[in-house]
Every structure is written in C-alpha cells, then in structure tokens.
C-alpha cells in the first residue's frame, strides 16, 4: 500500500504557527479515521488530534484551544493548524490512515525554539 506523506514541519520561534499537510495516497471517502502523532525525543508516540469522515475531531489535551485539526476528502489531504507553539511542541509529527489497511507518513520535523 502507498504511504501517507507528510509537509510542513520546519522550525519556527516560540509562539508561531505551522501548518502540516498529508496527502493520504487514497481515496479519503472511504477512509473513516485519521490522525496526526508525534514523537519527541525520548517520549513515546502520542496521539495529537483524530479526525473521522463525518468531521468528528479529538485532542489531546495539551494542544486544545491550540491545534486545528481538519481534512478535505475531494483532495485526499489532511491538516493540522498549529498555533501559539511551545518548545515542548518539538517532534517529529506523524500522519496516520486507517481503512482497511493502516498506514503511516514517514514523518516531518517540527522544531521550536524558545
């Protein structure tokens, strides 16, 4: 199966914002759930936000009011919006698919300095 791709990371100052993109590889009407990971050195991977087909989204609690997650099925994309970045935001971010057959982006680097 194709993988997920990842863009968008980058480094940026304390208090800025990025947007991540995925482009999903499949037809996203079929796929329910969706969502964006991260994995900071030395911590495990944690769930960031999910979204399913219906636009029904979850947070985790330390990006609530901050994280924007959202997904365009025409275009086969999904997004994160990150604002008002925080140095413990720093990781490697993660697009995940599920459908029938789960799969995983590569990742893209999300640094911020403080």
């Known amino acids: 199966q194709v993988q997920p791709v990842e863009s968008g990371g980058g480094l940026v100052q304390a208090g800025g914002s990025l947007r991540l993109s995925c482009s999903a590889s499949?037809?996203?009407?079929?796929?329910?759930?969706m969502g964006w990971y991260r994995q900071a050195p030395g911590k495990q991977r944690e769930l960031v936000a999910s979204i399913t087909r219906d636009g029904t989204t979850n947070y985790a609690d330390s990006v609530k009011g901050r994280f924007t997650i959202s997904r365009d099925n025409a275009k086969n994309k999904m997004y994160l919006q990150m604002n008002s970045l925080k140095a413990e935001d720093t990781a490697v971010y993660y697009c995940?698919?599920?459908?029938?057959?789960?799969?995983w982006g590569q990742g893209t680097q999300v640094t911020v300095s403080s």
């Open positions: 499949r037809n996203m009407f079929i796929i329910n759930a």
């Open positions: 995940w698919r599920g459908g029938s057959v789960v799969s």
